[in-house]
Protein backbone atom coordinates (compact mmCIF):
# COMPACT_ATOMS: atom_id res chain seq x y z
CA UNK A 1 0.00 0.00 0.00
CA UNK A 2 1.23 3.37 -0.93
CA UNK A 3 0.07 5.08 1.37
CA UNK A 4 1.40 9.22 2.13
CA UNK A 5 1.38 10.50 5.60
CA UNK A 6 2.38 14.17 5.69
CA UNK A 7 0.48 16.38 3.62
CA UNK A 8 -0.13 19.82 3.22
CA UNK A 9 -3.54 22.00 3.65
CA UNK A 10 -3.92 21.63 -0.30
CA UNK A 11 -3.40 17.67 -0.16
CA UNK A 12 0.04 17.83 -1.34
CA UNK A 13 3.60 16.86 0.62
CA UNK A 14 3.91 18.75 3.49
CA UNK A 15 8.01 20.24 3.81
CA UNK A 16 8.33 19.23 7.41
CA UNK A 17 8.75 16.14 9.92
CA UNK A 18 8.37 18.53 12.48
CA UNK A 19 4.91 17.63 14.00
CA UNK A 20 4.37 19.45 17.60
CA UNK A 21 2.47 17.74 19.87
CA UNK A 22 -0.35 20.72 21.00
CA UNK A 23 0.52 21.14 24.72
CA UNK A 24 -3.18 20.89 25.41
CA UNK A 25 -2.65 16.90 25.17
CA UNK A 26 0.69 16.54 27.26
CA UNK A 27 -1.53 18.60 29.94
CA UNK A 28 -3.91 15.75 29.76
CA UNK A 29 -0.93 12.96 30.24
CA UNK A 30 0.92 14.51 33.11
CA UNK A 31 4.71 14.93 33.52
CA UNK A 32 7.96 13.35 31.51
CA UNK A 33 11.18 13.14 32.42
CA UNK A 34 12.20 12.32 28.62
CA UNK A 35 11.30 13.36 25.18
CA UNK A 36 13.74 11.84 23.19
CA UNK A 37 12.69 13.27 19.45
CA UNK A 38 12.16 16.97 20.75
CA UNK A 39 11.77 19.81 17.90
CA UNK A 40 14.77 22.36 17.88
CA UNK A 41 11.80 24.99 17.90
CA UNK A 42 9.57 23.39 20.49
CA UNK A 43 8.03 26.54 22.06
CA UNK A 44 6.71 24.47 25.12
CA UNK A 45 8.44 21.67 27.20
CA UNK A 46 7.63 18.17 26.23
CA UNK A 47 9.39 16.13 28.95
CA UNK A 48 12.17 17.57 31.87
CA UNK A 49 15.03 16.25 29.16
CA UNK A 50 14.45 17.13 25.71
CA UNK A 51 16.67 15.83 23.01
CA UNK A 52 16.67 17.69 19.12
CA UNK A 53 17.76 15.99 15.98
CA UNK A 54 21.26 17.35 16.86
CA UNK A 55 21.60 15.50 19.70
CA UNK A 56 20.54 12.18 18.47
CA UNK A 57 17.74 10.43 20.36
CA UNK A 58 18.38 7.43 19.97
CA UNK A 59 22.11 7.25 20.46
CA UNK A 60 21.48 8.24 23.85
CA UNK A 61 20.15 6.79 27.07
CA UNK A 62 16.44 6.91 28.09
CA UNK A 63 15.34 7.43 31.14
CA UNK A 64 12.41 7.76 33.23
CA UNK A 65 8.83 8.57 32.02
CA UNK A 66 9.48 8.94 28.09
CA UNK A 67 7.18 11.07 25.49
CA UNK A 68 7.50 10.05 22.27
CA UNK A 69 6.55 11.35 19.15
CA UNK A 70 8.63 10.23 16.78
CA UNK A 71 9.62 12.34 13.32
CA UNK A 72 7.02 10.74 10.32
CA UNK A 73 9.39 9.16 8.13
CA UNK A 74 11.94 6.68 7.73
CA UNK A 75 13.25 6.70 11.41
CA UNK A 76 9.83 6.51 12.87
CA UNK A 77 9.74 2.65 13.37
CA UNK A 78 13.42 2.86 15.30
CA UNK A 79 11.95 5.27 18.13
CA UNK A 80 8.83 2.77 18.56
CA UNK A 81 11.25 -0.11 19.04
CA UNK A 82 13.58 1.72 20.96
CA UNK A 83 10.73 3.37 23.39
CA UNK A 84 9.29 -0.51 23.55
CA UNK A 85 12.35 -1.73 25.06
CA UNK A 86 12.54 0.82 26.84
CA UNK A 87 9.30 -0.21 28.75
CA UNK A 88 8.19 3.04 30.44
CA UNK A 89 6.72 5.48 28.07
CA UNK A 90 3.73 6.63 25.83
CA UNK A 91 4.38 6.97 21.83
CA UNK A 92 1.80 9.08 19.78
CA UNK A 93 1.91 7.32 16.42
CA UNK A 94 -0.36 6.66 13.69
CA UNK A 95 -2.23 3.63 13.78
CA UNK A 96 -1.84 1.26 10.84
CA UNK A 97 -2.25 -2.16 12.79
CA UNK A 98 -1.53 -4.62 9.93
CA UNK A 99 1.82 -3.05 9.64
CA UNK A 100 5.32 -4.81 11.00
CA UNK A 101 5.87 -2.14 13.11
CA UNK A 102 2.64 -2.16 15.11
CA UNK A 103 2.90 -6.39 15.38
CA UNK A 104 6.07 -6.50 16.80
CA UNK A 105 5.86 -2.97 18.64
CA UNK A 106 2.78 -2.57 19.82
CA UNK A 107 0.83 -5.24 19.93
CA UNK A 108 3.17 -7.74 22.12
CA UNK A 109 4.91 -4.34 24.40
CA UNK A 110 2.32 -2.12 25.22
CA UNK A 111 0.22 -2.43 28.58
CA UNK A 112 -2.42 -0.10 27.35
CA UNK A 113 -3.86 1.64 23.86
CA UNK A 114 -5.77 4.63 23.00
CA UNK A 115 -7.14 5.24 19.92
CA UNK A 116 -8.16 8.82 19.34
CA UNK A 117 -11.08 9.82 17.78
CA UNK A 118 -10.64 12.63 15.29
CA UNK A 119 -7.28 14.19 13.71
CA UNK A 120 -5.19 15.95 15.93
CA UNK A 121 -4.31 19.40 15.70
CA UNK A 122 -0.51 19.21 15.14
CA UNK A 123 1.16 22.58 15.66
CA UNK A 124 3.63 23.89 13.27
CA UNK A 125 7.15 25.15 14.15
CA UNK A 126 6.18 28.41 12.84
CA UNK A 127 3.23 28.04 15.62
CA UNK A 128 0.41 27.16 13.27
CA UNK A 129 -1.79 24.25 13.24
CA UNK A 130 -1.84 21.51 11.02
CA UNK A 131 -4.39 18.50 10.96
CA UNK A 132 -2.21 15.27 10.02
CA UNK A 133 -4.36 13.59 7.40
CA UNK A 134 -4.10 10.24 6.04
CA UNK A 135 -4.31 9.87 2.30
CA UNK A 136 -5.13 6.13 1.00
CA UNK A 137 -4.47 5.46 -2.85
CA UNK A 138 -8.22 5.11 -4.77
Known sequence: MNTQFETAGDGSTANTHDWLTPPELLAKLGAFDLDPCASQFQPWRTAALQFTIA???LARAWQGRVW???PYGPH??????????HGNGIALIFAPTET??????????????LFMAGRIKFRLPGG??????VLLPS
Open 55 to 57: DDG
Open 76 to 85: AEKFLKRCAE
Open 100 to 113: KAFQEWCFPRASGM
Open 68 to 70: CNP
Open 128 to 133: GMQVLQ
